[in-house]
């Protein structure tokens, strides 16, 4: 059975964005894919094999049910790291496993100890330290417990990397704080290595840090919205493209989201269109209606606001955005019938409807967008 909508996913394009991605970061420094939040939307599934064919050989995920997801795909082939939550009974096959994963206070770190001990596996750490983003990571006194255990217990642990996350790397209003936390970070990375932990590398940066402070790439990128083929925002890729001759943009999106129109319909000039009374058809109109809706990801915020693609001409969305269905404008579009293709995220044509148009008329980010996209709309590999 065919779903209302599905959701392609383009191998050429991701190909592009890793050979950028690979260029802008330089050759030793190594690029995990983060691939949370379903691959941002984008379905794990789907876009790890793609990543593999793409090279990739490092993942990052949120949690130990995602990890356990990437590491059926890969086979136990790549490397995988939990930057978030594992529940205590999963912390056994995590380290069983071989699978990477953050330390950010000592109870997760005594629970690591106690399972490499009895199953005579090491715990492949990352310690994650605060640096003023105040969420996760190991203060001062967290830290010195961190070493006492480390001390007592270093043949059960392997300290595979030190990291941090920055406090939004993406706007320059946070650039003050950002120096802070690399001075912060640097500072405890020498402590560290005098106190006897030498981790195998450091990473910090996450898309809009490896574009706006090159000081921060490291060892290791943790590259999420960028290999999508999507800015961090837009001070990001104006940032990227101010020294450059071209400011053509070198990224390309890898999902499009498509439908098909399911019926058309006149509606006579001064009736109301879909629920209430948002919307006045203030001539004769000629609606399309596509079976999608907040339902499967498309915002109600869209209503009387959104766009879509429909023989290559832009279609306004008109009516309130239902829970299974919205209506489009095609007054003035010729040959317009049942089953013609609606695009609602992508390219037609020379037209096309991008995650951050919608954003323009929506309070939501990108990434917000992306992963609102529901796991059961079909994805294509093309």
Known sequence: ??????????????????????QLVGRNVRISSVVKSDAYGHGIDYFVPIALKCG???FSVFSSDEAFRVWEIT?????????????????????????EFYVFDVERLLNAIRIARSTGKRAKIHIEIETGMNRTGLDKAGLERLVKLYSAYSSHIDVMGLCTHFAGAESI??????????????????????????????????????????????????IGIMQYGFWPSRETFIQYVHRRKSKKDPLIRVLSWKSRIMSIKDVREGEFISYGTSYLAQEDKRIAVIPVGYYHGYTRSLSNQGRVLI??????????????????????????????????????????????????????????????????IRRVVR
Request: proline content about 4%.
């Open 75 to 99: 086979h136990g082939n790549s490397d995988i790291c939990i930057m978030g939550f594992i529940p205590e009974e999963d912390l056994t096959w995590v380290i069983e496993n071989g699978i």
């Open 173 to 222: 209003a946070n650039h003050v704080r950002i120096k802070k936390q690399l001075k912060i970070f640097n500072q405890t990375y020498q402590w560290l290595k005098n106190q006897g932990i030498n981790p195998k590398i450091r990473h910090t940066a996450c898309s809009a840090a490896s574009v706006s402070y090159p000081q921060t790439r490291m060892d290791m990128v943790r």
């Open 311 to 376: 023989k290559g001409h832009q279609a306004p969305v008109i009516g309130l955005v239902n829970m299974n269905m919205l209506v489009a404008d095609i007054n003035g579009m010729d040959g317009v019938k049942p089953g013609d293709e609606v695009v609602l995220i992508g390219r037609q044509g020379d037209r096309t409807i991008s995650v951050s148009s919608f954003s323009e008329f929506s309070d939501l980010l990108n990434y917000e967008l992306l992963t609102r996209l529901p796991s059961n």
């Open 56 to 58: 990739v050989d490092h």
């Open 1 to 22: 059975m065919l779903s209302p909508s599905y959701i392609e996913l383009d191998t050429a394009a991701l190909e592009n964005n890793f050979s950028f991605l690979r």
